[in-house]
């Protein structure tokens, strides 16, 4: 069993920087592809970074030049930096990731964060 906790969120005033983390724990033997995904009250969900196992990145026009996705496979571990906040960044930020879980035989499966409450307000 696999789990993604998600940690960082907090309220920041415009212009600030917050950096989220989200810990993969259980049977894990690497994280691959990672997305970032958020969801601002009474919108859809929308991703806003990605990054995959061959290092290529792509990010919503909205947040590009502003945040940064990142995975540390020796920690377990997938990141968000975020900054220049804006006060339109305030959503739930969800950590996704497609996690090996088993070796030699590689399987992957793709699991989810729960979330966590990102505020940007004066």
């Known amino acids: 069993q696999v789990q993604l906790v998600e940690s960082g969120g907090g309220l920041v005033q415009p212009g600030g920087s917050l950096r989220l983390s989200c810990a993969a724990s259980?049977?894990?033997?690497?994280?691959?592809?990672i997305y970032w995904y958020r969801q601002a009250p009474g919108s859809e969900r929308e991703l806003v970074a990605s990054?995959?196992?061959?290092?290529?990145?792509n990010y919503a026009d909205s947040v590009k030049g502003r945040f940064t996705i990142s995975g540390d496979n020796a920690k377990n571990t997938v990141y968000l930096q975020m900054n220049s906040l804006k006060p339109e960044d305030t959503a739930v930020y969800y950590c996704?990731?497609?996690?090996?879980?088993?070796?030699?035989?590689?399987?992957?499966?793709?699991?989810w964060g729960r979330g966590t409450q990102v505020v940007v307000s004066s």
């Open positions: 990054i995959l196992s061959g290092g290529t990145t």
């Open positions: 259980g049977r894990v033997f690497g994280i691959t592809n």
């Open positions: 996704n990731a497609d996690v090996v879980t088993s070796i030699p035989q590689i399987r992957s499966q793709n699991f």
